[in-house]
């Protein structure tokens, strides 16, 4: 049973380009969290996700950023016209149910943007 | 706004002794605490758990405890060993936080063999 499964680990973008972060939670689990830590930050919630809804996006900046948890496939993470302070750790998390805390957590997409 | 706060960045201990790791936090509503394992180039791994109902929870060498008045938290770990060797974080929710966590920003614990 794999864990929480994030794609690439790392990511290398230029100023202006487009980011995609791919998360596939474990089996099972329908409910994902992104969080992102910035250098010598905690760890900052930005979007919750269910099957096709966004839930809870009050964490994600207003612009350049989107989530999305299709029915098929990865939930993605995309930045847009990325900047050099998106350069960050972004971790995905996933749980079977709503109010589950017990989050499992991926091993995170470092983000550097040059 | 650092609702969530771990004052030390790191911490060294010797083997087979008591590490204290402290966490404070503002939002007198939060009610549920957890702690996070972090290493290098990994994810956060879940560790312990407590709720404002309890003042102490215990898993094996982990214990959490909890102050509601002082508004803090505290991990021990009993008796300390290399493999504790990360880095951890303390977060919290509660009923006016939606489904977030607030995570503090880790304290960086070493044990020397």
């Known amino acids: 049973n794999a864990g929480v499964m994030q794609n690439p680990r790392h990511l290398v973008r230029r100023r202006g380009q487009e980011a995609r972060l791919r998360c596939s939670p474990m089996?099972?689990?329908?409910?994902v969290y992104w969080y992102r830590q910035l250098p010598e930050e905690g760890l900052k919630f930005m979007v919750y996700?269910?099957?096709?809804?966004?839930?809870?996006e009050s964490g994600m900046p207003k612009e350049r950023f989107s989530a999305e948890f299709p029915k098929e496939g990865p939930s993605i993470l995309r930045i847009q016209q990325v900047v050099r302070g998106d350069s960050a750790a972004y971790f995905c998390?996933?749980?079977?149910?709503?109010?589950?805390?017990?989050?499992?957590f991926g091993s995170g997409t470092r983000l550097t943007v040059v | 706004d650092q609702q969530v706060k771990q004052n030390s960045p790191s911490l060294s201990v010797q083997e087979g002794r008591i590490s204290i790791l402290n966490c404070d936090y503002t939002n007198s509503m939060f009610d549920y605490f957890l702690w996070y394992k972090k290493y290098p180039a990994e994810g956060p791994t879940f560790l312990i758990s407590?709720?404002?109902?309890?003042d102490k929870n215990e898993d094996g060498r982990f214990t959490v405890f909890l102050n509601k008045s002082a508004k803090h938290l505290s991990l021990h770990i009993v008796p300390s060993q290399p493999g504790d060797s990360a880095v951890y974080f303390c977060a919290a929710s509660g009923p006016n936080t939606g489904n977030q966590f607030y995570f503090g920003t880790g304290t960086s614990l070493t044990v020397i063999p």
């Open positions: 998390a996933s749980s079977p149910f709503q109010g589950d805390y017990g989050y499992t």
């Open positions: 089996k099972g689990h329908s409910h």
């Open positions: 996700l269910q099957k096709e809804n966004i839930i809870d």
């Open positions: 407590i709720s404002s109902i309890k």
